[in-house]
């Protein structure tokens, strides 16, 4: 099970930082990625890591400015969110998915096997 946690309003060109914890013992075996979807839009990528935080990706609107990093002793993942814009707004999803995973994989969204109850960001302008 994964409960995301820390979204919330803020002003442009602020930040804030996503967890999501998950339960269970074999959280360092799970691939995890953060997703968002905006109203009217399709779910779309936005961050992923891979099992053991040696690799990470991310989608081009949000490189440079979005981190994301695993505490697997915690069995929490983060993604730090600085400098906000306006189409950031969305409800972010975290998804774990488990086995191998080619670099093309971590985007899509059919390759996690769960997913979290989603937070809204609201970034105002």
């Known amino acids: 099970q994964l409960q995301a946690s820390g979204g919330g309003l803020v002003q442009a060109g602020g930040s804030l930082r996503l967890s999501c914890a998950a339960s269970?013992?074999?959280?360092?075996?799970?691939?995890m990625g953060w997703f968002r979807q905006a109203p009217g839009k399709e779910r779309e990528f936005v961050a992923a890591?891979?099992?053991?935080?040696?690799?990470?990706y991310y989608a081009d609107s949000v490189k440079g400015r979005f981190t994301i990093s695993r505490d697997n002793a915690k069995s929490t993942v983060f993604l730090q969110m600085n400098s906000l814009k306006y189409e950031d707004t969305a409800v972010y999803y975290c998804?774990?998915?488990?086995?191998?995973?080619?670099?093309?994989?971590?985007?899509?969204?059919?390759?996690?096997?769960?997913w979290g109850q989603g937070t809204q960001v609201t970034v105002s302008s």
């Open positions: 998804a774990a998915g488990v086995g191998s995973f080619d670099s093309a994989s971590f985007v899509k969204a059919g390759q996690y096997g769960h």
């Open positions: 269970g013992r074999t959280f360092s075996y799970y691939n």
């Open positions: 890591i891979n099992w053991s935080g040696s690799s990470t």
